[in-house]
Protein backbone atom coordinates (compact mmCIF):
# COMPACT_ATOMS: atom_id res chain seq x y z
CA UNK A 1 0.00 0.00 0.00
CA UNK A 2 1.02 3.57 -0.49
CA UNK A 3 -0.39 6.48 0.86
CA UNK A 4 0.53 10.18 0.27
CA UNK A 5 -0.66 13.02 2.25
CA UNK A 6 -0.14 16.49 3.16
CA UNK A 7 -1.05 19.90 5.65
CA UNK A 8 -3.52 22.15 4.66
CA UNK A 9 -1.66 24.74 2.71
CA UNK A 10 0.28 22.05 0.85
CA UNK A 11 3.77 23.33 1.60
CA UNK A 12 4.10 20.09 3.80
CA UNK A 13 3.69 16.98 1.99
CA UNK A 14 4.69 13.62 2.68
CA UNK A 15 4.84 9.58 1.08
CA UNK A 16 4.65 6.59 3.55
CA UNK A 17 4.20 2.69 2.31
CA UNK A 18 3.39 -0.11 3.21
CA UNK A 19 0.63 -1.83 6.15
CA UNK A 20 -0.05 0.34 9.54
CA UNK A 21 1.35 -1.67 12.09
CA UNK A 22 0.95 0.33 14.95
CA UNK A 23 -2.79 -0.09 15.02
CA UNK A 24 -5.16 1.92 13.16
CA UNK A 25 -6.83 4.12 16.07
CA UNK A 26 -9.33 6.67 17.56
CA UNK A 27 -7.33 8.69 20.46
CA UNK A 28 -9.54 10.82 22.80
CA UNK A 29 -6.68 11.80 25.19
CA UNK A 30 -6.44 15.32 26.16
CA UNK A 31 -3.23 16.59 23.88
CA UNK A 32 -4.91 15.18 21.19
CA UNK A 33 -8.05 17.71 21.39
CA UNK A 34 -5.33 20.13 21.82
CA UNK A 35 -3.53 19.56 18.79
CA UNK A 36 -6.07 18.92 16.52
CA UNK A 37 -9.19 21.30 18.04
CA UNK A 38 -11.48 18.37 17.70
CA UNK A 39 -13.24 16.09 20.04
CA UNK A 40 -10.99 13.23 19.05
CA UNK A 41 -7.96 12.20 16.89
CA UNK A 42 -7.81 9.18 14.08
CA UNK A 43 -4.02 7.84 13.81
CA UNK A 44 -2.72 5.16 11.61
CA UNK A 45 0.91 3.99 12.61
CA UNK A 46 3.28 3.65 10.02
CA UNK A 47 6.88 2.17 10.38
CA UNK A 48 9.34 5.14 10.56
CA UNK A 49 11.31 4.21 7.43
CA UNK A 50 8.39 3.93 5.34
CA UNK A 51 7.57 7.53 5.47
CA UNK A 52 9.19 10.31 4.00
CA UNK A 53 8.83 14.14 3.52
CA UNK A 54 9.02 15.51 -0.12
CA UNK A 55 9.73 19.02 1.71
CA UNK A 56 10.50 19.31 5.38
CA UNK A 57 11.60 22.66 5.32
CA UNK A 58 8.46 24.01 6.83
CA UNK A 59 8.26 21.01 9.41
CA UNK A 60 8.25 21.52 12.98
CA UNK A 61 7.97 19.26 16.31
CA UNK A 62 6.06 20.31 19.23
CA UNK A 63 7.07 18.12 22.56
CA UNK A 64 5.03 16.55 24.96
CA UNK A 65 4.74 14.61 27.69
CA UNK A 66 2.44 11.95 28.05
CA UNK A 67 1.00 10.54 31.59
CA UNK A 68 3.65 7.50 31.14
CA UNK A 69 6.16 9.98 31.52
CA UNK A 70 7.19 9.47 27.93
CA UNK A 71 7.98 11.94 25.96
CA UNK A 72 5.63 12.39 22.30
CA UNK A 73 7.02 14.53 19.45
CA UNK A 74 3.87 16.07 17.75
CA UNK A 75 5.32 16.63 14.14
CA UNK A 76 2.85 19.49 12.17
CA UNK A 77 3.15 21.87 9.58
CA UNK A 78 4.77 25.39 10.63
CA UNK A 79 3.56 27.09 7.87
CA UNK A 80 -0.42 26.59 8.61
CA UNK A 81 -0.68 24.18 11.44
CA UNK A 82 -1.89 21.06 9.98
CA UNK A 83 -0.81 18.13 12.21
CA UNK A 84 1.01 15.23 10.58
CA UNK A 85 2.00 12.40 12.71
CA UNK A 86 2.93 11.98 16.53
CA UNK A 87 5.95 9.41 17.68
CA UNK A 88 6.44 8.45 21.06
CA UNK A 89 9.55 6.83 22.50
CA UNK A 90 6.81 3.97 24.00
CA UNK A 91 7.27 2.80 20.43
CA UNK A 92 10.09 3.41 18.95
CA UNK A 93 10.10 3.61 15.04
CA UNK A 94 6.72 3.88 14.51
CA UNK A 95 5.46 7.24 13.29
CA UNK A 96 1.05 8.02 13.75
CA UNK A 97 -0.10 9.52 10.98
CA UNK A 98 -2.72 11.95 11.46
CA UNK A 99 -6.09 10.17 9.51
CA UNK A 100 -7.47 13.32 8.12
CA UNK A 101 -4.02 14.28 6.65
CA UNK A 102 -4.24 11.44 3.82
CA UNK A 103 -5.42 12.33 0.40
CA UNK A 104 -7.12 9.18 0.44
CA UNK A 105 -8.54 8.16 3.76
CA UNK A 106 -11.76 5.88 2.32
CA UNK A 107 -9.25 2.52 4.33
CA UNK A 108 -9.45 3.67 7.68
CA UNK A 109 -11.60 2.22 9.58
CA UNK A 110 -10.47 1.79 13.35
CA UNK A 111 -11.09 -0.89 15.10
CA UNK A 112 -9.95 0.32 18.26
CA UNK A 113 -9.94 3.41 20.04
CA UNK A 114 -7.75 4.58 23.16
CA UNK A 115 -7.97 6.84 26.14
CA UNK A 116 -11.73 6.19 26.34
CA UNK A 117 -11.33 8.15 29.83
CA UNK A 118 -11.10 11.65 27.90
CA UNK A 119 -13.78 10.87 25.62
CA UNK A 120 -16.33 13.53 25.15
CA UNK A 121 -19.83 13.31 24.80
CA UNK A 122 -19.76 14.61 21.01
CA UNK A 123 -17.52 11.82 20.02
CA UNK A 124 -20.18 9.26 18.98
CA UNK A 125 -18.22 6.62 16.53
CA UNK A 126 -18.84 3.22 15.64
CA UNK A 127 -20.10 1.22 19.29
CA UNK A 128 -18.93 -2.25 17.90
CA UNK A 129 -15.08 -1.61 18.23
CA UNK A 130 -12.81 -2.26 20.84
CA UNK A 131 -11.86 0.46 24.14
CA UNK A 132 -9.56 1.16 26.21
CA UNK A 133 -9.22 3.84 29.14
CA UNK A 134 -5.79 4.86 28.29
CA UNK A 135 -3.04 3.85 25.88
CA UNK A 136 -3.82 0.37 24.00
CA UNK A 137 -1.80 -2.68 25.45
CA UNK A 138 1.61 -2.97 24.17
CA UNK A 139 2.76 -6.13 22.59
ZN1 LIG B 1 1.01 23.57 5.72
ZN1 LIG C 1 -4.12 11.15 21.81
Not at 26 to 41: E, I, L, R, W
Not at 104 to 119: A, L, R
Not at 121 to 139: H, R
Amino acid sequence: MENSGGCMCGKTRYKVTGEPVGGVFYCHCNDCKKQTGSPFTVAAGFLAECFSFEDDSHVKTHVTVGDSGTSMDRVFCGNCGSPIYSKTALVAGVFYVKAGTLDDSSWVEPPIEIYTKDKIKCAVIPSDITGFEQLMPLE
